[in-house]
């Protein structure tokens, strides 16, 4: 099955991205006064619902996202101003590897007192609007979809 992946790296078909990228960089934030704090929070709070509801599903921390179509990539590209990213086609190496469908709209930064009834909501699986795909696959470049 191919899938969709926005990243802001100029890449060669075949090219090979691995997972984790994204916990990487959030274990990188050290709490300078000038570094925005609310995505380590956040992610804080999503894996702690995570792993004490939803231990099966993979951790954010540990994944690729990936989109199902061209048109959602185009979609999160534009509401989350990723004006950097590039749109790849992309094949999972392993599709034994956990993977799970989410709703990438129900990861935001709301309110203290809602976040983590959010989380609950995200990993449950239901209602998916603006579908994502977490997998602890790596996968290769298809081909460049929008420069």
Known sequence: MEYFLLCSYLLAQG???EPGNWGRTLRLY???KNMNMSNP?????????????????PSRLECLFLCETIEESKLFKERNNRIFDLIYKVRLNDESKATF???WEKVKFVDIDSIESIAHEYWSGVNISRPEILTLSSVEIIDLINS
Do not use: C, H, T, W
């Not at 929070?41 to 599903?57: C, S």
């Open 15 to 17: 090219s090979i991205i």
């Open 30 to 32: 050290s709490g300078d």
């Open 101 to 103: 469908r989410a709703d």
């Open 41 to 57: 929070y956040k992610e804080q709070i999503y894996e702690k619902v995570r792993q004490d509801n939803f231990p099966d599903k």
